[in-house]
């Protein structure tokens, strides 16, 4: 059973640009939730989707934005990029994020904004 | 404001000791809590997990502990092992009757390094 897998793995971009990262979750999961993860910050929580609708929603701007297509597959956009964007981006799926807790992670897209 | 707080960054073990990782929470509508594992360049994995209504949960070498009233878990790690030298997160999620999805909430991390 495939794990989860984000695409692109690295990525530069420069100030003011704006970038798209792809999170597909585990076969039959429809849970997805986006973490950054900065040094000494932990992961800070984005927002997560379920059934193509956005569930939850964390404490970052407006930059940021996501979604979630019909076979799970997510989504993650930041627009007008900050250097203080630059982080570990990761992706997490769940079955269906109610009953279940446990979360599977992607290896992460590491974004350097220069 | 941090619901879950890990203090201590940086922990290091010599091979063979008890490993002790902390994890303080502030939000009484937690009542479920997990530890997760990330090496250098990958995904954070599932390590162990613990319900409120349990104060220990164990798996082979790692052993959860949660005080409730001191809204307190740690994990235990005997013995430790040079390849568990990573960083360890914990994580809470709110209760299924909080009308909530369960978001899970991170800690900021401790790198662990076990000395060989």
């Known amino acids: 059973k495939a794990g989860v897998t984000q695409t692109p793995r690295y990525l530069i971009k420069t100030r003011g640009q704006q970038v798209t990262l792809s999170c597909s979750p585990i076969s039959g999961h429809r849970s997805v939730s986006w973490y950054q993860q900065t040094p000494g910050q932990g992961l800070q929580f984005l927002f997560e989707?379920?059934?193509?609708?956005?569930?939850n929603k964390g404490n970052f701007p407006g930059r940021f934005s996501g979604r979630q297509f019909s076979n799970s597959r997510s989504e993650m956009n930041v627009s007008t990029l900050e250097l203080g964007d630059s982080a570990l981006y990761l992706c997490?799926?769940?079955?269906?994020?109610?009953?279940?807790?446990?979360?599977?992670f992607g290896q992460g897209t590491r974004l350097t904004v220069v | 404001d941090q619901q879950v707080k890990q203090n201590s960054p940086s922990l290091s073990v010599q091979e063979g000791r008890i490993s002790i990782l902390n994890c303080d929470y502030t939000n009484s509508m937690f009542d479920y809590f997990l530890w997760y594992k990330k090496y250098p360049a990958e995904g954070p994995t599932f390590l162990i997990s613990?319900?409120?209504?349990?104060d220990k949960n164990e798996d082979g070498r790692f052993t959860v502990f949660l005080n409730k009233s001191a809204k307190h878990l740690s994990l235990h790690i005997v013995p430790s092992q040079p390849g568990d030298s990573a960083v360890y997160f914990c994580a809470a999620s709110p209760s299924v009757f909080s009308g909530s999805a369960r978001q899970l909430t991170f800690g900021s991390g401790t790198q662990l390094t076990v000395l060989p």
């Open positions: 997490a799926s769940r079955f269906t994020g109610t009953g279940d807790t446990e979360a599977f």
């Open positions: 613990i319900s409120s209504i349990k």
């Open positions: 989707y379920f059934s193509e609708t956005q569930r």
